[in-house]
Structure formats: structure tokens, C-alpha cells
């Protein structure tokens, strides 16, 4: 059962690689994937590789987690800006609060986000700072 569950997540293609859609019609990107575009309707969507680049627009820092991420807690979440254009929220890594600033760049990093009692474990899309500029 837990070799059946580990390759379904794998195959969730926005979970492990921000596999998005893009507008086939006015090529707006999405993320989490929609199967019609909200400008276009009903345009078919095409599968779409998002970059991992991207900025922070807010952060927070969780003190009381939920109780399967109390091991790791305090944390950083953040909503990011994907250099595509959709926002998603998502945790910040390898990062200290007094660090962070709104703008900062930050590129996907692939990491643990739970571990079940019978020890599977799931993994996906994290943040980390980076330290290029993003504009060109």
C-alpha cells in the first residue's frame, strides 16, 4: 500500500516540479493548474514548466503549527510571486526571519513535508533566498 501512495504523489506534476497550465489563447500562466482559462473561456490549457524563480510579496512566521509540524516549528511562510505571475504560499528554507525583506528573490528547492507513522514520507516544493536579480 505505502509503494502504491508514494508513486501516485509522485506523478502529481505540480506537487514535485510547479508544473502549472498556460493559456493556449493569451498565454496567462496558472498555478495550482486549471483546465480552462478564466480570460479565454473555454480555451484548452497546455501543460506549463514554471521556473522556480520567484519573489516574496508577504511572509509570517508560524509559532503554533499544526500538529504534524510541530518538529520544525517556528517557520517561515511566505506567499511567492512566481517570475510566470501566479502566487503561491509556500515555506521558506535554509533562511532566518531577521533575513528575510519583501522582494527577496527565492527559487523552488524540493524538500520533506510530512512523515506518517508507518514512516512514508511526502515530499514538495519549498522556497530558499536567492541571490541573483530576477529582472532580467
Same mark, same amino acid.
Given at each position: 500500500?505505502?509503494?502504491?501512495?508514494?508513486?501516485?504523489?509522485?506523478?502529481?506534476?505540480?506537487?514535485?516540479?510547479?508544473?502549472?497550465?498556460?493559456?493556449?489563447?493569451?498565454?496567462? &500562466?496558472?498555478?495550482?493548474?486549471?483546465?480552462?482559462?478564466?480570460?479565454?473561456?473555454?480555451?484548452?490549457?497546455?501543460?506549463?514548466?514554471?521556473?522556480?524563480?520567484?519573489?516574496?510579496?508577504?511572509?509570517?512566521? &508560524?509559532?503554533?503549527?499544526?500538529?504534524?509540524?510541530?518538529? &520544525?516549528?517556528?517557520?517561515?511562510?511566505? &506567499?511567492?510571486?512566481?517570475?510566470?505571475?501566479?502566487?503561491?504560499?509556500?515555506?521558506?528554507?535554509?533562511?532566518?526571519?531577521?533575513?528575510?525583506?519583501?522582494?527577496?528573490?527565492?527559487?523552488?528547492?524540493?524538500?520533506?513535508?510530512?512523515?506518517?507513522?508507518?514512516?512514508?514520507?511526502?515530499?514538495?516544493?519549498?522556497?530558499?533566498?536567492?541571490?541573483?536579480?530576477?529582472?532580467?
Amino acid at each position: 500500500m505505502t509503494d502504491i501512495a508514494a508513486s501516485t504523489w509522485r506523478r502529481l506534476k505540480n506537487r514535485y516540479n510547479l508544473v502549472g497550465k498556460r493559456c493556449s489563447n493569451c498565454n496567462t &500562466v496558472y498555478f495550482p493548474p486549471r483546465m480552462i482559462c478564466s480570460n479565454c473561456t473555454p480555451h484548452v490549457n497546455e501543460d506549463f514548466q514554471l521556473s522556480g524563480l520567484g519573489k516574496i510579496t508577504s511572509y509570517t512566521v &508560524v509559532h503554533v503549527p499544526p500538529e504534524e509540524h510541530s518538529d &520544525v516549528s517556528p517557520y517561515i511562510l511566505a &506567499v511567492i510571486e512566481t517570475k510566470e505571475g501566479p502566487k503561491l504560499t509556500s515555506q521558506i528554507v535554509e533562511c532566518n526571519e531577521k533575513d528575510l525583506y519583501i522582494d527577496m528573490p527565492v527559487e523552488m528547492v524540493l524538500r520533506k513535508i510530512t512523515r506518517t507513522n508507518d514512516g512514508l514520507i511526502s515530499y514538495g516544493y519549498k522556497f530558499r533566498p536567492l541571490f541573483i536579480n530576477l529582472e532580467n
